[in-house]
C-alpha cells in the first residue's frame, strides 16, 4: 500500500480520536458490559448485546485508524500562492465564487468547505496559482473554474 497525503490537522484529529477511543470509550465499554452482566442471563440482555455491539465497532475503529496512522505522510503547505495541500481556494464558475480548503481524502467535507486533493476538482488545481483557469471532467460533464485567490 502507498502512502497516502494528509494535513498535520488532519493528522492530529486522527490521532486524537485514537487515544480517546483507546482510553475513554474503552473504559465506557468495559463499564457498559460490568453493569449489563449484572442484570442477569446474558442471552436475553439487551445491554448486554448493545454494550458488546458497541465494543466491536469501538475495537474495529480503533484498528482502522491505527493501520492508516502507519500508512499516512504528513504534508504541509507547498510554494507561498500554489494551490497545494492545506491552501484556501477561491474559485469563481459561471458568476458563482466558492471558497474551500483542500485537505486529504479523510477530512473532506464539501458541506462546509474541504475538498479532497483526491476530488477531480483537487487534482485540477494542484499547483496552480491566482490567475490560472482549469476544467476538467465531472459524472455531470466538463467544470471550468477560474482561481481568484489562494492562500
Known sequence: MTDQIISQEGYNKLKE???SMSTVKRREIADRIESAKELGDLSENAEYSDAKEAQAFNEGRISEIANLLKNLKVVGAGAKGEVNMGS????????VTKTFTVVSFNEAD??????SNESPLGIAINGKKAGDSVCFSTPRGESCY???KVE
Open 17 to 19: 480520536e485514537l487515544e
Open 88 to 95: 484556501k481556494v477561491t474559485v469563481e464558475s459561471n458568476g
Open 110 to 115: 464539501p458541506l462546509v468547505g474541504k475538498i
Open 146 to 148: 477560474k482561481i481568484l
